[in-house]
């Protein structure tokens, strides 16, 4: 349902209020085409600038829902539009979900009419709605869907509006499933999704309720996804319960704490990338793999160099061996069994790996099999 968000108790640290309105059939009367520059307008002006996010006139894909994030995101873009010469253009994604998603759709349309701007709606098919009812598979599904739009539409970036809120919930509910620090990392800047395709995240210095508060001062209509209060969902119990019992009894800034957090690990993690990858890349010189002699062997090891190595760097390592060999990304058991051979006894083996495969010590090698 349509809804503007009114975050009058805000600063006293209550939950906003929220009024409902019925649905517009034409925005235009409800939302002018000016501009009302906010601090927030400086903020990401100066966040797209000095992480070097977009270039000038670029093309940009604009992942819009209709909630309050990604209202914030669009408004925000097409009002710096005129300083950077962006082409913009709107994509939705309807998973079929709820009741009022059809209607959800159309208000999104109509706001990419009144603002002028393409409008792209991929709906889920009914034969792929068994398949995609879990958050996982749902968010998998979109992003394949924004990736082929962007590419058959010649846009470069693909761009959403997840926020520090959302890093700080991503942070918590990987550190409870078992996450490293590339888990804990918790949504990057900028990353790959496909060939020639980036997706982008402008907003991840910006709370929730301050893109609540943005969309309030400028009556953006907001269309309220009932199923973020469905407390089935892992990420909506952190979201409504864990982080404000974290915010009233630890810290009253416990988001913007927790995304600080996963952005200081990102740059670790890069880095720590970077130097496993050339660590591996020493340990593979001198022993060539001739596959016409070895048919059996996928590659191998020199434990020489990896035992020179701290553990941290040793276990990069092997989660990228493992991630190369393995159909599904390793788990910390399967990488603590690859590491314990840097040190083992010669001869000694792990059990095979789900792809099949099989490590053995062979001197100074590790040697994985096929």
């Keep these: 349902m349509l809804q503007n968000s009114k975050y009058d108790n805000f600063f006293d640290g209550t939950s906003p209020q929220i009024n409902l309105v019925e649905p517009i059939q034409n925005p235009k009367s409800q939302i002018q085409n000016r501009v009302t520059w906010t601090p927030l307008h400086a903020k990401i002006h100066r966040t797209i600038r000095s992480r070097h996010l977009f270039e000038r006139k670029e093309h940009l894909l604009v992942a819009v829902s209709g909630g309050q994030d990604s209202l914030c995101l669009i408004k925000l873009l097409l009002d710096l539009q005129p300083k950077w010469e962006w082409k913009l253009g ?13 209607a959800n759709a159309q208000h999104i349309e109509n706001l990419a009419k009144n603002w002028g701007i393409s409008f792209y709606l991929q709906t889920v098919e009914t034969r792929d ?10 968010r998998e599904w979109r992003y394949q869907v924004l990736s082929a739009i962007a590419q058959e539409h010649n846009y470069k970036y693909v761009v959403t509006g997840h926020t520090a809120s959302d890093r700080a919930e991503t942070l918590l509910y990987n550190l409870i499933r078992g996450a490293g620090a590339d888990g804990l990392q918790a949504l990057t800047w900028k990353r790959s999704l496909v060939d020639g395709i980036i997706l982008v995240r402008p907003l991840l210095e910006i709370t929730r309720t301050e893109t609540g ?7 953006l209509p907001i269309w309220e996804d009932f199923t973020n209060q469905d407390l089935k969902y892992a990420r909506n119990r952190i979201r409504q319960e864990v982080i404000p019992y974290l915010s009233e009894n630890f810290n009253p800034k416990v988001e913007l704490a927790l995304a600080q957090t996963a952005e200081l690990l990102q740059a670790e993690v890069e880095y720590l990338e970077k130097a496993a990858q050339a660590l591996r890349e020493e340990a593979m010189v001198g022993r060539t793999i001739i596959p016409s002699e070895t048919p059996d062997q996928l590659l191998r090891l020199n434990r020489r160099v990896l035992q020179k190595a701290p553990i941290a760097l040793q276990r990069r390592v092997m989660r990228q061996v493992l991630q190369q060999i393995l159909p599904v990304a390793p788990t910390f058991e399967q990488i603590e069994k690859l590491t314990a051979l840097i040190t083992a006894p010669n001869k000694s083996q ?17 040697t994985i099999k096929s």
């Design 90 to 102: 709107i994509a939705h994604c309807d998973h079929r979900w709820r009741t009022d998603s059809q």
């Design 213 to 219: 508060l943005f969309c309030q001062d400028l009556q």
């Design 350 to 366: 792990t059990d095979p790996f789900p792809s099949g495969a099989t490590a053995i010590v062979e001197s100074d090698w590790i």
């Design 129 to 138: 709605l068994a398949s995609l009812q879990s958050e996982a598979a749902a």
